[in-house]
């Protein structure tokens, strides 16, 4: 059974990562049954060492997703 609590509250911790970090800049923040990861996609394409900032900072491991139809894009593994 997925915890849905938890989820909810992991993405709050990574929307507070993103906008202190790159401000407002979050296109799509969700929950994927599917792969059973928490898909984060940005408005926007950042370079490398951001990534690696940001990736340092969330409260639970990141990995680099690639660019989507908007921006860079990440996954998070519970």
């Known amino acids: 059974m997925t ?3 938890t989820i909810w509250r992991t993405q709050d911790e ?3 990562v993103v906008n202190a970090v790159l401000g407002e800049c979050i ?5 994927n049954e599917r ?3 928490i898909e984060l996609e ?3 394409t950042v370079d ?6 940001l990736c340092s900072q969330f409260p639970v491991p ?3 997703d690639g660019v989507g139809s908007k ?3 990440f996954v998070f593994y519970q």
Not at 27 to 31: D, F, K, Q, V
Not at 48 to 53: E, K, L, Q, T, V
């Open 71 to 73: 921006g860079t894009k």
């Open 62 to 64: 990141a990995d680099y």
């Open 14 to 16: 990574i929307r507070t």
């Open 27 to 31: 296109w799509n923040l969700s929950y």
């Open 48 to 53: 490398d060492d951001a990534i690696d900032n």
């Open 3 to 5: 915890d849905f609590d």
């Open 42 to 44: 940005l408005t926007a």
């Open 35 to 37: 792969r059973m990861a």
